[in-house]
C-alpha cells in the first residue's frame, strides 16, 4: 500500500457505519421485547458489542479530515458488508437460533445482500425479533447501506466514488444536482413505498408484524418471509397481487419512479426502453406458464384459471425480480416451465433498483449491439451506435457491458466446478451458484423454494457467500481490490 491511502478515514467511516448497524439492531431488540421473546436480550447484547466496536472505530480515526479518495471508497463499500454480516449475525449465535458461525455468517449475508437463501428449517418458530432483524438486514442492504450513510449522514465528502460503487447497474441517474441529495431522495422513495404495502398487506388481512416484514423485504427484493411457506402460506389473492405489485416497482430504476411518483412525469415510465423490455418479458413468460398450468389441469374451473394466473404471476416476477419469495413450489411443475422461469432471472429488474441479476440494461444493451454487428458487417462503412431511449450509449459501456457479462458467465462456471468438488451435486451447484451470484436465494435440485441451504457444506457456503458478496456489489467493485494497478499511487 502506498501512503498516500487514507486508512484512518476508512476506519472512522467503518466505525459511524457500524453506529448505524447497532441502531437499528436495537430496533430489533425493542421489538422483541414487545412480544416478550427471549431474543431481546441477544439483540441487545449484540447491539452494545456492535456500538463499542464502532465508537473505536469512529475515535481511532478522529484525526483524519482528509476527503476520501475512488480507492478508500470502493474499500469501503466492499468490505462494509462483511463487518456489517460479522456483527449481525452476533444475535443468532447469541440466542443459539443458530449454532454455528457458517450458517449464522451465510444467513446474515444473504439477509444484507438481499439475496434471500436461509439456514432456517424451522422460521415459523423462530423468535419475532430475529425474524424482524431478516427483513431489516433486507431492507438495509436493498438500497445500500451507503447509500443511507451518504443521504443522512456528512461522512462521505462529495461521494461520487462510493455512490457509483454502490448503485446497480453500468449508468446512473442523478436527481438533485448533489449526490448526497439524490441518495436522500432515493432513500424517501423506498420508505415510502415501504409504509404503502405495509398499510395495504394489513387492509388486506396480514397482521402488523409480518405485513411490516414482508415489506421489507418486498422492496428490497430479498425474500425473506416469516413464514416457511414463504407467501403461499397465505390464500388471500389481494396479498397476493399486492406483493407482486410491489416486487415489480422495486425492480425498476427510483430514480424513474421518483420522476414519476414525486414529479408526476408519467410518460417517461413507458417511454423507457428498459422498463418496455421489462414488462414484455415477465408479459410473455407469465403467458407461457399460465399456459402449460392450465394444460397440465384438465377440467379446470373458473377460481383455479384464476389462480393459475396468480401463481404464473407471482412465481415469474418473483424470480426475475430476485425477490425469491414463493406461492407454491415451482419445481413440482412440469420441467418446461420452472426451468423457464429459472432461466429468465437471469435477467434481473432495472439497472438502479434493488433486484439482483445481470439488470434488463444489459442485456438491451448487448442484444442491440450484437444487432448492429451483423449490420456492420453488411455495411462495413456506416456508424451505427447503440442507441437507448434516443441517446447513443457510449462505446466504454457497450465493453462494460459485455465484460460484465462474459465475467458473470465465468464465475458461475468457476464456482460451479469448485461447489461441485466439495460434494454437491452438478443440478445444486451450478444453480445456487447462479442464484447466489444473481442473490436470487432458491435455486434447484435440493435447494429449491421448498427447501434450505442447511445441508450444503460449511465451505460451499463460504464461496455461496462470497458469490453473494461480488453479486450484490456487481463483480467490478470486489474484483477491483484484487487488482495491483488499482491501489498503485
Known sequence: MTKSFNWRQVIKIMGTLLLIEAAFMLLA????????????????????????????????????????????????V????????????????IDDTINNVTDAFFETMSGFTTTGATVLTDIDNTPKGLLFWRSLMQWLGGMGIVLFSMAFFPIFGSGMSVFKAEVTGPTYDKIQPRIKDTARKLWEMYVLFTIVQTALLMLFGMNWFDALCHSLSTVSTGGFSTKQASVGYWASPAIHYTIIIFMFVSSINFSLMYNVVIRRQRKKLFRDEEVRSFIWIIFVTTVVVFTGLCVFSPNISFAGVE?????????????????????????AWPGLLWMLIFLISIFGGCAGSTSGGVKIIRIHIAAKNVFYEFRRIIHPRAIM????????VPESVVNNVHAFIIIFLAIIIVSSLALMCLGLDATDAISS???????????????GPADTYAAVPAACKWILSFLMLIGRLELFTILLLFSPSFWKR
Open 29 to 76: 431488540s425493542c421489538v422483541g421485547l414487545v412480544f416478550n421473546d427471549h431474543d431481546a436480550i441477544p439483540l441487545f447484547v449484540s447491539t452494545v458489542l456492535t456500538a463499542v466496536a464502532g465508537f473505536v472505530g469512529r475515535f481511532s480515526g478522529r484525526s483524519s479530515t482528509r476527503q476520501i479518495g475512488t480507492r478508500e471508497g470502493y474499500l469501503i
Open 78 to 93: 466492499s468490505i462494509v458488508w462483511i463487518f456489517f454480516s460479522f456483527f449481525g449475525m452476533m444475535p443468532f449465535i
Open 307 to 331: 389462480r393459475s394466473f396468480r401463481t404464473a404471476l407471482f412465481n415469474v416476477v418473483s424470480l426475475i425480480t430476485s425477490s425469491g419469495f414463493s406461492s407454491c413450489d415451482y419445481l
Open 385 to 392: 451506435p447503440v442507441r437507448i431511449n434516443g441517446r447513443m
Open 433 to 447: 451458484a447462479f442464484a447466489a451470484l444473481s442473490n436470487l436465494g432458491p435455486a434447484l435440485g435440493n435447494l
